[in-house]
């Protein structure tokens, strides 16, 4: 009996570190997420004062919106999906902005969801925010689509975007970019064995395509 208390408090404590050491990581990786989310719609907003003012200032009223969503939805582990939802549709008007006429957005988001669910904040953004930092060009047209819905509890998004090459020399278009490697990392961390991901960016069709399924239950 001694034996089998001591193994139960050493398997309590144990379960108690692997969830503060997850907490610690979603925090770290959340962390990552939002400047770079920023560094990146800062830019677009710095370029857009050089050619439209009223512009510039619609996209900051818009951005403050988004870091109102930042500021007070990522500090809670789950936020509620038509939110989620809500900042997407924001992020994406606030794209429109700054990209021009060659550039096709194809967006089909489902209005009404069977039943309101939660969601982790700022899961899916990255996703949609890559079509918009890789998949856009000002010499050739190019098309983003973004297709949201939800059937029997499962979150389904699809986005598909051209991959256009960049000719840029700065860090950032270098760099790999952090936000998908660490919305995976996310989705490991958060929904285990309750979603699925694929990524298809070798295709005749030189396109980059994310299916993710998300079991919401």
């Not at 975007?161 to 270098?174: K, T, V």
Request: charged share 25%.
């Amino acid at each position: 009996m001694a034996a089998v208390k001591k193994w139960q408090a050493d398997e309590f404590l144990r379960q108690q570190l692997d969830q503060q050491r997850i907490k610690s990581e979603l925090s770290y990786l959340k962390a990552q997420i939002n400047p770079h989310f920023f560094f990146n719609t800062l830019n677009n907003i710095y370029s857009l004062t050089n050619i439209d003012v009223e512009r510039a200032q619609t996209a900051l009223h818009k951005l403050s919106r988004l870091m109102r969503y930042v500021l007070y939805e990522t500090e809670k582990g789950q936020t509620l999906l038509s939110r989620e939802i809500d900042f997407i549709k924001d992020y994406i008007e606030l794209m429109k902005l700054r990209i021009s006429e060659k550039v096709k957005i194809n967006l089909d988001i489902q209005e009404q969801m069977e039943e309101e669910k939660c969601i982790a904040p700022m899961i899916l953004l990255p996703f949609i925010e890559n079509c918009f930092k890789h998949g856009i060009s000002s010499q050739q047209q190019s098309v983003i689509t973004v297709k949201l819905s939800e059937k029997d509890q499962v979150l389904h998004l699809y986005t598909c975007n051209n991959i256009i090459s960049s000719y840029s020399n700065s860090p950032e278009s270098q760099a790999k970019g952090i936000g998908l490697t660490n919305t995976k990392r996310r989705l490991s961390l958060l929904y285990a064995q309750r979603f699925q991901l694929e990524i298809d960016d070798q295709n005749p069709e030189n396109e980059y395509r994310v299916n993710l399924k998300i079991h919401l239950a």
